[in-house]
């Protein structure tokens, strides 16, 4: 079914990254060869089961997880109920929101983090270490207001987002209808007040719940088309790189702007773009 009008089918789409998680303080923890990242991949494991828990107590009768931290292989999708499914490593398209389409009723961002230069927000980035700052249409975004945007180009709403309270509050000033649900509060790049964990979970279910209750009253995140997408980059060299792009355009040393069809047009070149930094990287040139 289209949109978000009430059935006995729902279906729900979490999006759940790491660095919003309870606990995590400091991006040490969140990659495979770090010695916390064990434990990091269970407390966010642990957050996902609430969240799934909760989403289906609101209604939700299919459920499908999106691992969108990093590699995307960090969820334990063995200790999540056996009808969930889970869009595992690095799908080619739509990133972390690999996996969404009409037919979904409810998007959820679980475990979400602030935009990159956001006050005190703890591991605040906006995708990679490549980007300063991204607009679309001249609103400023972070990873919460980019999966927002796609979710609502195929008409889904966003519901609820759990993690960093000043993720929370960004989601909210775009979407204010939405549950928040702050697992922390991120006062410093590498510091947070966080939750105990079982606590954090006790939250996200019972806010997944309300939120699916609710999903009647939440509208999606709509970016008119044509959209503008404009890219500042944290080195000029990768605004050099990325203007090679056709219909790119250079705006300033470290900026670009890209007029798009739509959001998910706008995405496959921000992606792309992210891509053609990193492989800047590998050449040792950044
Ligand atoms: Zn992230």
Do not use: W
């Not at 969108?68 to 999540?80: K, M, S, V």
């Not at 966080?194 to 606590?199: E, V």
């Not at 959001?263 to 992210?274: C, E, G, H, K, N």
């Amino acid at each position: 079914m289209v949109g978000n009008t009430l059935t006995d089918s729902m279906k729900a789409h979490l999006t759940v990254d790491m660095e919003g998680i309870a606990g995590i303080a400091h991006e040490d923890q969140t990659e495979a060869k770090d010695a916390d990242f064990a434990r990091a991949r269970k407390l966010m494991t642990d957050e996902v089961r609430a969240a799934i828990e909760g989403a289906k107590a609101g209604g939700a009768k299919e459920v499908v997880v999106c691992d969108a931290h990093d590699t995307g292989r960090n969820i334990l999708f063995e200790e999540l109920d056996s009808d969930v499914v889970v869009i595992e490593g690095t799908p080619y398209d739509l990133g972390m929101m690999a996996g969404i389409s009409e037919e979904f009723d409810a998007s959820f961002q679980i475990g979400y983090h602030a935009m990159r230069d956001t006050h005190a927000g703890t591991i605040g980035h906006t995708y990679t270490y490549a980007f300063a700052k991204l607009r679309l249409n001249g609103v400023l975004l972070g990873e919460s207001g980019l999966s927002a945007a796609i979710a609502g180009h195929f008409g889904v709403p966003v519901v609820m987002v759990s993690g960093d309270l000043h993720a929370v509050k960004q989601a909210q000033a775009l979407m204010p209808k939405i549950v928040g649900v702050p697992t922390k509060e991120g006062i410093g790049l590498y510091g947070v007040k966080t939750l105990n964990p079982r606590k954090a979970c006790e939250d996200i279910r019972s806010g997944a719940e309300e939120a699916m209750r609710r999903v009647g009253e939440m509208k999606p995140y709509v970016v008119d088309a044509p959209v503008t997408m404009e890219v500042d980059f944290t080195r000029t060299i990768m605004a050099q790189r990325c203007a090679q792009m056709p219909m790119v355009e250079r705006t300033d040393d470290k900026s670009v702007k890209y007029q798009a069809k739509d959001v998910v047009d706008a995405f496959r070149v921000f992606d792309a773009m992210s891509m053609i930094c990193s492989a800047a990287r590998g050449e040792g040139l950044l």
